[in-house]
Nanobody
């Protein structure tokens, strides 16, 4: 199970940190990702991190502003969001790829088989 938290209403330019707590399974074996979905849009890739955190990848729209990191001792993955923009407004979901290949950072929804419930991020201009 995954439980996302940390969303809220912030002004453009602010920072926000999302958290995702995992329970059950062996967290350190899973690649983890953050995706987001705005109303009327499909769920889109934001960031992903490999099992041990050595590799990560970002969408072009957030690269340089967002950072994904994980704490395998606490079974948690985080998304540090800096310099947020109104276009970052969406429901953010964390996902786990429980069948990941070592070192992989999956960037497509289809690879993720466990999802959290989502946390709303709203950025005002």
């Amino acid at each position: 199970q995954l439980q996302a938290s940390g969303g809220g209403l912030v002004q453009a330019g602010a920072s926000l940190r999302l958290s995702c707590a995992a329970s059950g399974g062996t967290f350190s074996r899973y690649a983890m990702g953050w995706f987001r979905q705005a109303p009327g849009n499909e769920r889109e890739f934001v960031a992903a991190i490999s099992q041990r955190g050595y590799n990560s990848d970002y969408s072009r729209s957030v690269k340089g502003r967002f950072t994904i990191f994980r704490d395998n001792d606490k079974n948690m993955v985080f998304l540090q969001m800096n310099s947020v923009k109104p276009e970052d407004t969406a429901v953010y979901y964390c996902g786990a790829d429980t069948n990941t290949v070592s070192g992989a950072v999956p960037t497509t929804v289809a690879y993720y088989d466990v999802w959290g419930q989502g946390t709303q991020v709203t950025v005002s201009s």
